[in-house]
């Protein structure tokens, strides 16, 4: 079960009446998902959960409410069940809470499918069965809205950090996009962290999309060395999504995985994407072009889906790119020093330049 962020406008406080557009159709939300028109059920009757979605646990649910769509937009019209204690305290909670609390609802994808809009990778959101709505303290989705006003700028990212902990670890390989996509779609939040150094607190817990920095070999895994290295190399260049109040914390979290394996661990800049030295540009190159594989991957299995094989002739011509460079560099670091030989800070420009070359095309 998933879930998406709506938010919602009191009609009627003497019956705990409200409404609210739940859902967008043609927009990008957070999760990376497209709602196309008609994806819901008109008409479709759907309870109000507890709060925060507990009512999956057996809280008693607080209301009910019916879905409708318009071309543009789904709305939600719902009423609490007010001659209850629980529906009437969440409703006075609801109303009392105003614009610092959200709503979500619940859903199974039935129909979807993946492509491109606007420039992004999506997740096309054709049809969809909706279980329950739910107030909680924030949701996931974006491009929501009230019917009474128009909604704010949308709320600066929140993190949550997750705590360092012992474990295994390992210097073999990483895979990130096979480790990713390994993850099964139904783990606990608990089994998600135990994966991940960072959680996006403003999303849903139950969602791989809301984690960051995945640095173990599955649920309860290893902890990998090159993923904990190109992590801290990806908080050092600026480009780990992570906030800024955040990047000290999850460097404390990768960097006692690095010494639990004796590997020193590089410092944390003070500033993202400030200069670095040669051995922390290397990281960081090594961290993009690992990105960059895994995109090669996804799109590859996105292809496969849609019965095409290969990658399209640029993306094949890229990659080619790619690997004649590290031919080069390879042929390079076999010749013996000379003076006429390329110095390290070469070297490194040149990684640079064709990672560089490889994400603006």
């Not at 079960?1 to 409404?19: C, F, P, Q, Y």
């Not at 709305?75 to 001659?83: L, N, P, Y």
Request: charged fraction near 25%; aromatic fraction near 6%; include cysteine.
């Amino acid at each position: 079960m998933d879930t998406k962020a709506l938010r919602v406008e009191i009609k009627d406080e003497a019956k705990g009446l409200v409404k609210a557009v739940f859902a967008t159709f043609n927009k990008i939300d957070s999760h990376g998902d497209v709602t196309l028109p008609g994806a819901f059920e008109d008409g479709a009757e759907v309870p109000i959960s507890s709060y925060g979605h507990t009512s999956w646990d057996g809280a008693l649910p607080v209301g009910k409410g019916t879905i409708r769509q318009t071309q543009k937009e789904a709305i939600f019209e719902g009423q609490f069940f007010m001659d209850t204690t629980h529906g009437a305290d969440t409703f006075r909670t609801v109303k009392a809470l105003g614009s610092l609390g959200q709503w979500s609802y619940g859903y199974d994808a039935l129909e979807y499918s993946f492509g491109e809009h606007d420039g992004q990778h999506v997740r096309f959101l054709a049809k969809q069965k909706t279980h329950e709505v739910s107030p909680v303290l924030l949701g996931a989705g974006v491009g929501t809205r009230t019917l009474a006003t128009k909604s704010g700028p949308p709320a600066a990212k929140t993190g949550r950090p997750i705590a360092p902990h012992e474990c295994e670890v390992t210097l073999r390989s990483w895979d990130g996009a096979k480790t990713l996509a390994g993850l099964a779609d139904d783990l606990r939040p608990s089994e998600l962290r135990s994966v991940f150094a960072w959680q996006d607190a403003g999303a849903d817990p139950e969602l791989k999309s809301s984690y960051k920095l995945a640095h173990h070999h599955g649920v309860g895994g290893p902890a990998n060395v090159r993923a904990c290295l190109m992590g801290i190399a990806r908080l050092n260049d600026g480009k780990s999504g992570i906030p800024d109040g955040d990047r000290q914390a999850v460097y404390d979290h990768l960097a006692a995985h690095l010494r639990d394996a004796d590997v020193e661990a590089p410092e944390l800049k003070a500033e993202a994407g400030g200069s670095m030295k040669f051995h922390e540009e290397g990281q960081a190159v090594i961290a993009a072009v690992s990105s960059y594989i895994d995109r090669a991957s996804g799109v590859l299995a996105l292809r496969a889906r849609k019965g095409r094989t290969g990658l399209a002739p640029s993306s094949a011509e890229l990659l080619g790119w790619l690997d004649d460079e590290m031919r080069r560099l390879k042929s390079l670091l076999s010749t013996p020093t000379g003076p006429e030989d390329p110095t390290e800070a070469d070297i490194a420009s040149l990684v640079a330049r064709s990672i560089a070359q490889m994400q603006n095309l």
